[in-house]
């Protein structure tokens, strides 16, 4: 596989065929994010895409889902993302769901009927990194969407009919900013009410902005309840619309939840409560288990 750099992919793609199709990020900047320093974002050739596709198909496996990395697989143009799709369906008839990684100005690129044109081809589900619905916080992190425009891109990819899969980032408003944090990004994804919702946990990654801001002591991250309390006071602000399946089982966190909102939400609460309330870590992940 002609595969470049960091090859990263959702916890529930782990099964899925991964074909690259470009490198990189085309943003870039987010503080935290470590995973693409160092390459210049580009789209790889159609025939390296196809060469990998043939390679993959080849395997025998039988893949039933396949995913497509870097960091901002909707950029493409849409007939050649279409391309690439017929093309890992044609050889892998299997394969009834293709899923990428989006961010907010490649969503709003799109048109509704480019995105339905899409979903028709197989397009299953797209993945975006909300990370905070606070606007001070998007701010200070770089990430480049505010909460008005991450909006707008669930509308618009809900109503195209493909899955919409959200993350957002324990610890990133740090302590200062944790209570603001935790609220607004539960009223947002409240708002937004994607299929799937994500809590992970900051990681300090000594190649990104915000380990520098560690290190110089303007950032400082909440302790493992701290966060509990960040995520308790998140799930309590978040009031779905639809059904949304809520997970926080992720490497780097520290309690792995997976519940179905809002008929659940209110049992993962008294859970949490308990946990914070008798600072008990017994039940909690080891901090030499956390990893990205
Ligand atoms: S978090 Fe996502 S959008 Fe931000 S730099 Fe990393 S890959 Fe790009």
């Not at 961010?103 to 993945?127: C, F, M, P, Q």
Request: proline share 4%; aromatic share 8%; net charge positive.
């Amino acid at each position: 596989m002609n595969y470049e750099g960091n090859i990263i992919r959702p916890p529930s793609e782990a099964q899925s065929m991964i074909i690259q199709v470009t490198v990189g990020c085309s943003h870039n900047r987010c503080t935290f994010c470590g995973t693409y320093k160092g390459y210049s974002f580009r789209i790889k050739d159609m025939k390296t895409i196809k060469a990998d596709i043939d390679e993959a198909s080849s395997w025998g496996i039988p893949f039933q889902r396949a995913f497509l990395t870097d960091g901002d697989v909707l950029i493409l143009p849409t007939k050649d993302l279409i391309e690439i799709i017929q093309y890992i369906r044609k050889k892998n008839p299997r394969i009834s769901r293709i899923g990428v990684y989006a961010n907010t100005k490649a969503i709003l690129k799109k048109s509704l009927d480019e995105l339905k044109e899409l979903r028709d081809a197989g397009l299953g589900i797209v993945y975006q990194g909300i990370e905070s619905g606070n606007i001070d916080v998007l701010r200070k992190i770089k990430k480049g969407a505010f909460p008005h425009k991450q909006r707008e891109c669930a509308e618009k990819i809900i109503k195209a009919g493909i899955l919409l899969s959200q993350t957002v980032l324990l610890g990133i408003g740090g302590i200062e900013k944790s209570r603001e944090h935790a609220i607004d990004t539960g009223k947002h994804l409240g708002d937004m009410s994607p299929d799937y919702a994500s809590a992970l946990t900051v990681m300090l990654l000594p190649n990104t902005q915000l380990y520098r801001e560690y290190r110089a002591g303007t950032f400082r991250l909440p302790d493992k309840f701290g966060l509990l309390e960040e995520l308790r006071l998140l799930i309590e602000h978040m009031n779905v619309h639809r059904p949304c399946l809520f997970t926080s089982n992720h490497a780097s966190n520290y309690l792995p939840i997976r519940a179905n909102f809002p008929q659940e939400r209110d049992a993962v609460l008294r859970v949490l409560d308990r946990i914070v309330r008798n600072r008990d870590d017994s039940v909690l992940r080891p901090e030499f288990m956390r990893a990205l």
